[in-house]
């Protein structure tokens, strides 16, 4: 009888729980460290990590940055979007819900999965979509671990962040994209509520 070589790993979406005391801490899968010049983000049907494009100018995201496996942007996530900004006929973006992770250490790669917990958020619209952006510490990291609540971390920290999600879309030579806003920054207790509905709508969308 013949073994089979072939190993399968699991889809970074579909195939990685969230983690068991989610939303409080979460898995998060990493797409791009802080020294990547392009721009990768994991194939939905393969699930392998993809070159999607070149960062523009020298603007590279200065957090760890991925998803939250088994988590989705749709009609929910796209409702306290609305309600919290008065805006009507928000949607969900249709992918997993984003993170970014800040760590003390360098971490030199992405694809891989680590432990993080929420301490606020952004709420971004992306041309009338919902694009939340969840921050998030490494569980026990050095400088980061006991942070709790965003407002405890360093306004140049917030800052820097905030620049990079309204400007990471930028063309050379055009102007900034009008369609993204960064309406809100949010605390811990937003963020685990968003993190929650983003749950309950992926398995509105592809089941438990």
Known sequence: MKKSHLSFRAHPWHGVQPGPN??????????????????FEV????????????????????????FIPRTYCGKGIGQ?????????GIVGDGDAMDVCVLTSRPILHSDI???????????MIDGGEADDKIIAVLENDDTYGDIEDISELPKGTIDRLHHYFLTYKQVPGKAL????????????????????????DYSDEFGS
């Open 80 to 88: 306290l979007c609305s309600k919290a900004t008065g805006k009507k």
């Open 113 to 123: 999965i680590l432990n993080a917990r929420p301490v606020g958020g952004f709420r």
């Open 22 to 39: 989610a939303p409080h801490v979460i898995t998060c899968y990493i797409e791009i460290v802080p020294t990547d010049t392009m721009k």
């Open 43 to 66: 194939d939905k049907e393969t699930g392998i990590l993809r070159l999607d494009r070149p960062q523009k100018f020298s603007n590279h995201c200065p957090t760890l940055y991925g």
């Open 177 to 200: 994209p009008a369609k993204v806003q960064v309406s809100k920054i949010y605390n811990k207790k937003t963020a685990l509520t968003v993190i929650k509905q983003s749950m309950q």
